[in-house]
C-alpha cells in the first residue's frame, strides 16, 4: 500500500502549508534549526505537514494542544529523520502532551524474585508499538535537554526490536564499529558518572545505553561542534545513521 501513502502526502503537500508566521512562532528559541540552510529548512516543513497529517495530538489534564505546540514538537521530531524520511516513524500515531512532568508506576521483579514498585516522574517516554508522550513545560522551558529529539530517538532505536542504543543500521554501516565506538564511550561516561565528575552530557544518559543513544542524539543535533569534539567516533557514526552532519 506504498503507492496509497505516497499519493495521500503528494495531496497534502499541494492542498497545504503552515503559514510562515507559525512557523516563526514554533522554532523561536530553536537554534538548531535557524542553522540548518534554507533548502533544509525548507524540507523540514514539508515533512512537518506529513507528520501533522499523519500524527495525532492530545493534550492531558485540561492542556489544549495549540497549532504552535503541534508545529513546535513537530519540528524537532522530524530534525532526525529528514534525510531518512517519515516511514522510519510508522508504527505509531499517538502524540501525547502533559502540562508538566507526569507519574508513571514502575513494577519490576529483581533476580530473587522480589517484587519492586516505585513512581518514576518523567519528563518523556517513548512507548513500544504506542504513543510518544511528552512534558510541553519540558518541552518549551528546559533549555539543558529536548525531551522531543530524546523520545523520538528512542522509537528509532525500538525499530531493531527493544531500545538497546542499537537502532536499525543502513546498508554499507558497520554493526562492529557502531558497538564498539558506542562501547567506549557508554562505559567511559558511567565511569565519569560513578566517580562524581562533572559530565558535559546529561548523567542520564549512563541509566542505560539506550538512554545514552537518546541523550547524545539531542546533543548531535544541539551541538554538533562540541559532540564531534568529545565523541568523535560516536559522532562519526550517528552522521551516518541520521545522514546528516550539524556541524
Known sequence: MGWLTEWRRKRVLRRHQ??????RGAVDGLAFIHRLPPAKVDSLRRLCLLFL??????????LEVSDVMRVSIAAQ????VLELGLDWYAGFTGVVVYPGDFRVRRIETDEHGVVHEWDDELAGEAMPGGPVVLSWDATANDPQINVVIHEFAHKLDMLSGGADGLPPLHVGMSREAWIAAFKEAYEGFCDAVERGKETWLDP?????PSEFFAVISEAFFKDAAETRRRYPEVFAQLRLFYKQDPS
Open 18 to 23: 503552515i503559514d510562515d508566521a507559525l512557523w
Open 53 to 62: 497529517a499523519e500524527k495525532q495530538f492530545a493534550g492531558t489534564h485540561g
Open 77 to 80: 521530531a522530524c530534525l532526525p
Open 204 to 208: 542520564y544518559a549512563a541509566e542505560h
